[in-house]
Nanobody, 121 residues
Framework: QVQLVESGGGLAQAGDSLRLSCAVS????????MAWFLQAPGKEREFVAA?????YYADSVKGRFTISRDNAKNTLYLQMNSLKPEDTDLYFC?????????????????WGQGTRVTVSS
C-alpha cells in the first residue's frame, strides 16, 4: 500500500520559517519525481516545487522555498522561509514515476492528505 504522509504544517507569522515533511512508503522512492502542491479553498491545486534530477519552483516561491529529499529516509521536504500570508494553504506532496509534465496535477500517481499552513501578518 502506497502512503504519502505530510507533516510540519501549522501556524506561523509573516517572515517565519516552516519545514514540511512527506514520509513515503510502498514505492521505490528514489525512482519517483516528487513534488509539492498547494490548494486554497474552492480552488484547484497549484504547483509549488518538484524534484527529480533537477529542482523546479513556482515563481511565487522561488528564492524562499527549497525542496529536498532524503532517499535513505524515503522523505521529501519543503523548507519554507520568509513566509507570507498568501502562502496560507493546504500543502500536498505528490509522486510520479514517469517523466510527465511536472507542473500538472494529472501527471502524479500518488498524493498525500495534505498539511495546513497558516501565516498571519
Amino acid at each position: 500500500q502506497v502512503q504519502l504522509v505530510e507533516s510540519g504544517g501549522g501556524l506561523a507569522q509573516a517572515g517565519d520559517s516552516l519545514r514540511l515533511s512527506c514520509a513515503v512508503s510502498g514505492i521505490s522512492f528514489n525512482r519517483y519525481t516528487m513534488a509539492w502542491f498547494l490548494q486554497a479553498p474552492g480552488k484547484e491545486r497549484e504547483f509549488v516545487a518538484a524534484l527529480h534530477d533537477s529542482t523546479y519552483y513556482a515563481d511565487s516561491v522561488k528564492g524562499r522555498f527549497t525542496i529536498s529529499r532524503d532517499n535513505a529516509k524515503n522523505t521529501l521536504y519543503l523548507q519554507m522561509n520568509s513566509l507570507k500570508p498568501e502562502d496560507t494553504d493546504l500543502y500536498f506532496c505528490a509522486a510520479q514515476r514517469f517523466g510527465y509534465p511536472i507542473r500538472l496535477t494529472i501527471s502524479y500517481d500518488y498524493w498525500g492528505q495534505g498539511t495546513r499552513v497558516t501565516v498571519s501578518s
